[in-house]
């Protein structure tokens, strides 16, 4: 059993910086891949961010790519997301999860823990 608690979000203009921090509690945090997912009012979730177990690998949607990263801190039971050149369509709440070991999959239905959720609002 894995809990999750986002902090980092706020209100920010357009080519700002933020950054997430997803706080894990339970066993066994280094087992777990983790990933960072955003919903904007009346979309799907989307996926934005993974980072395996191992930490050795990192993938992101094309429409971050370049601009945010994922990163994290076993001894500290967090992973972070950096978001950099912030856009008004990165307007979202987003949300971290987790899934015990495996890839860093895209598909939010592969994560068995989620946090709260994070606002993040980017003016233009």
């Known amino acids: 059993q894995v809990q999750l608690v986002e902090s980092g979000g706020g209100l920010v203009q357009a080519g700002g910086s933020l950054r997430l921090s997803c706080a894990a509690s339970?066993?066994?945090?280094?087992?777990?891949?983790m990933g960072w997912f955003r919903q904007a009012p009346g979309k799907d979730r989307e996926f934005v961010a993974a980072?395996?177990?191992?930490?050795?690998?990192?993938n992101y949607a094309d429409s971050v790519k370049g601009r945010f990263t994922i990163s994290r801190d076993n001894a500290q039971n967090t992973v972070y997301l950096q978001m950099n050149s912030l856009k008004p369509e990165d307007t979202a709440v987003y949300y971290c999860?987790?899934?015990?070991?495996?890839?860093?999959?895209?598909?939010?239905?592969?994560?068995?823990?989620w946090g709260q959720g994070t606002q993040v609002t980017v003016s233009s």
């Open positions: 339970g066993q066994a945090f280094s087992m777990y891949t």
């Open positions: 980072i395996t177990w191992t930490g050795g690998s990192t």
């Open positions: 999860a987790a899934k015990f070991i495996g890839d860093g999959s895209f598909r939010p239905s592969h994560y068995n823990y």
